[in-house]
Every structure is written in C-alpha cells, then in structure tokens.
C-alpha cells in the first residue's frame, strides 16, 4: 500500500511541478492575496475530481474523445490563452503599475474562479495528465493498492496547489517595485504565448 501510495504522489507531483497557464495565475493571486485558500482548493479538487474519474475506468472513454475532437479542444485553448496573454501584456505596458498593485482591482470570488475554471478545464494536457495517464497507470494496482494510490495522486495536488499559493506569498516584500510586477506580468504573458503556439500547432491550427 505504501508503495502504491508514493507512486501515486510522486506520479501526481511531476505532472502538475511545470508552470503553466494555471500555475501562473496561482502564482499572481497568492502574490496580491486574493482568495488565496479557494484557489487552491479549486485547483486541488479539480485534479481529484479528475484523477477519480480516471482511476475508475471512464479515461478509455475520454481517450478516444480527446483524439476525435483535439484540434478543436488545442485550437479553442490555444486563442484563449492568447487573450490572456495580451491582457498581461497590457499591464505591462502601463504607466501606473505601482498604483495599479497598490489598490488591485479586486475580482469577486466567482469572477476568479470562473477564470480559473477555463485555465483548467480548457487545457486537453490536464484529461491526458489526471485521467488518460493516472487512470492507466493505476490500472496496475488492485483494491486496497489502487485506493492508497488514488490518495497519493490526490494528496500530491493538495500539497503541491497549497504550497504554490500560500508560498507566493514570501515573494510579496520583493514586488513593491513596478519594474518587480511588469517582470512577472511579462513573464506570465510569455507562458502564455508559448503554450498556445504549442497548442495551436498540436491542433494543427499554425
């Protein structure tokens, strides 16, 4: 069991560890502290949503979903990114970032969550990371085994989702400079624009 258990942690962790178009937008709100504890928690109950879903058979289904309708799901994903790409570098771009940061237009929960829900759901790699590969991988492990393996894939979301948010926070004395945030919104911006042309040319769109 435990080691069913690790593998399920460690697997989970080295899909969810790169930065993305989600873990960028963790970052920025853990950074300004808005609703730190229910981004997180999104986050982290989406993967295991996902990650159950797959584990109890349906990521067969899913499979050959993702492979009839992928270039409309990397297109779609792909022009939304770029939006928000753009938004970023708009930021960027203006004069009274310092101002800007310091009053921080203030999203409702709903609102950020929403934005939240399409980095998630609209990205293919989180169907072929939480359901296709966890679902197959725990196909290996029978009863008790697959559940402590489901526990470790899960708890690795918590842990790591939790962490990216709340850790943010220590980066929050070093961006009290504009030039700190136009750095971030830059790089984010740039996140955001390669994984869309990857995106793009995965769906055969570029």
């Given at each position: 069991?435990?080691?069913?258990?690790?593998?399920?942690?460690?697997l989970?962790?080295?899909?969810?560890?790169?930065?993305?178009?989600?873990?960028?937008?963790?970052?920025?709100?853990?950074?300004?502290?808005q609703?730190?504890?229910?981004?997180?928690?999104?986050?982290?109950?989406?993967?295991?949503?996902?990650?159950?879903?797959?584990?109890?058979?349906?990521?067969?289904?899913?499979n050959?979903?993702?492979?009839?309708?992928?270039?409309?799901?990397?297109?779609f994903?792909?022009?939304?990114?770029?939006?928000?790409?753009?938004?970023?570098?708009?930021?960027?771009?203006?004069?009274?970032?310092?101002?800007?940061?310091?009053?921080?237009?203030?999203r409702?929960?709903?609102?950020?969550?929403?934005?939240?829900?399409?980095l998630?759901?609209?990205?293919?790699?989180?169907?072929?990371d939480?359901m296709?590969?966890?679902?197959?991988?725990?196909?290996?492990?029978?009863?008790?085994?697959?559940?402590?393996?489901?526990?470790?894939?899960?708890?690795?979301?918590?842990?790591?989702?939790?962490?990216?948010a709340?850790?943010?926070?220590?980066?929050?004395?070093?961006m009290?400079?504009?030039?700190?945030?136009?750095?971030?919104?830059?790089?984010?911006?740039?996140?955001?624009?390669?994984?869309?042309?990857?995106?793009?040319?995965?769906?055969?769109?570029?």
């Open positions: 069991m435990i080691s069913a258990f690790l593998t399920g942690f460690f989970g962790i080295s899909l969810i560890v790169a930065i993305g178009a989600q873990n960028a937008f963790i970052l920025r709100q853990g950074i300004i502290g609703h730190v504890f229910y981004v997180a928690l999104f986050c982290a109950l989406s993967d295991v949503f996902l990650i159950c879903i797959g584990i109890v058979g349906i990521s067969f289904f899913l050959n979903f993702i492979s009839q309708f992928s270039d409309f799901l990397f297109g994903s792909a022009l939304w990114l770029l939006g928000y790409g753009v938004l970023r570098l708009k930021t960027v771009l203006k004069c009274d970032t310092t101002l800007e940061i310091e009053t921080s237009i203030s409702g929960l709903a609102p950020t969550l929403s934005i939240l829900a399409i998630t759901f609209a990205n293919p790699h989180v169907y072929l939480t296709v590969l966890i679902g197959s991988v725990s196909q290996q492990f029978y009863e008790n085994d697959k559940i402590s393996f489901a526990l470790g894939a899960s708890l690795a979301s918590f842990v790591f989702f939790f962490s990216l709340y850790g943010a926070k220590l980066l929050a004395p070093k009290q400079s504009p030039s700190s945030w136009r750095i971030l919104d830059f790089l984010i911006a740039l996140i955001m624009f390669t994984i869309a042309i990857k995106l793009a040319y995965a769906g055969n769109w570029l």
